[in-house]
């Protein structure tokens, strides 16, 4: 069943989408060469104190930190270490949540560590950042969740890999439902599948957390022995965007983004609903 809220609900969300925003900003600045994974969840930690927060990571399924960190080719679920140092040229994927009178946040950024980096590199991150936004666009008022797959895996197509060949989009993990839970009903894919039909209609009150991940070559993963970290099979990088939105009668909320999409939203001639908390 896809959990429905309503206009009050959003509006907590929307808080804890807030305190998602803050994680992100403060972990891409501590994202630095020479800094550990383990330092990134320290300062995910003290943001998530400052704003009264708690983590819907930390524990969740036993996951033993409060943001998933992916270096290079890891695409998801990387477990913060002090083990893991960052490195000038590396590339890393910060996921994280933040929960807030029972209402959960949940977004993911990929971020450039130091500088330097292959041009095929930083296209890889862009292309995955606006597949992401051209979703998020497709997510209006009678609309199906497969319009949303439809709009990122399009997007990612159209997209000319420097090198040739075809970026992967990821198979085995894609979007949620969000609201009460970090993970609900529907599972949204980054592409269509269309043995799975048009899935639900988008109706006010919807909120989903829509996150497509793409490699540099294979759309396949492994899963390490530690049981979270998610590796692509041949080594490629990866990268890594999510945002949660909540469609409105008056179209989507960026509940994760600091100005609720309205900049990104209307590079695609959408109109963002306005922020319940301005």
């Known amino acids: 069943m896809v959990q429905i809220k309503t206009p009050e ?3 907590r969300m929307r808080a804890a989408g807030l305190v998602v925003a803050a994680i992100h900003a403060a972990t891409r600045e501590a994202a630095v060469p020479g800094a550990t994974t383990k330092d990134l969840d320290e300062v995910a930690r003290k943001v998530l104190a400052e704003h009264g927060a708690k983590s ?7 996951f033993p930190a409060t943001i998933c960190t992916s270096v290079n080719d890891v695409v998801v679920h990387g477990i913060p270490s002090e083990d ?19 209402w959960h946040g949940d977004a993911a950024f990929t971020a450039f560590v130091g500088s330097g980096h292959a041009p095929e590199l930083i296209e890889l991150s862009r292309v995955t950042e606006e597949s992401m936004w051209a979703g998020i666009a497709a997510m209006k008022l009678g609309n199906r969740l497969v319009d949303i797959s439809r709009a990122i895996e399009t997007y990612i197509r159209r997209q000319p890999k420097p090198g040739g060949g075809r970026y992967g989009i990821i198979e085995d993990y894609g979007g ?11 599972h949204l894919l980054n592409y269509v599948d269309r043995r799975r039909g048009k ?27 530690d049981d979270w970290t998610v590796i692509t099979t041949d ?19 960026v509940l994760t983004a600091v ?3 309205r900049a990104k939203l209307a590079e695609h001639g959408v109109t963002a609903a306005p922020d319940p908390l301005a």
């Open 9 to 11: 609900q959003i509006a």
């Open 235 to 253: 080594g490629t990088w990866s990268s890594h965007w999510e945002h949660s939105v909540a469609l409105t009668e008056e179209g989507p909320l």
């Open 259 to 261: 100005d609720g999409g």
């Open 84 to 102: 893991v140092v960052l490195k000038d040229g590396d590339i890393i994927s910060i996921d994280c949540g933040a929960v807030v009178d029972g």
């Open 199 to 225: 899935g639900s209609k988008l109706v006010p009150g919807f909120c989903l957390a829509i996150e497509p991940m793409v490699s540099l070559g294979t759309p396949k993963t492994e899963v390490l022995e």
């Open 176 to 186: 949620h439902g969000i609201g009460t839970e970090m993970h609900m009903d529907p």
């Open 56 to 62: 819907n990571f930390l524990g969740y399924g036993g």
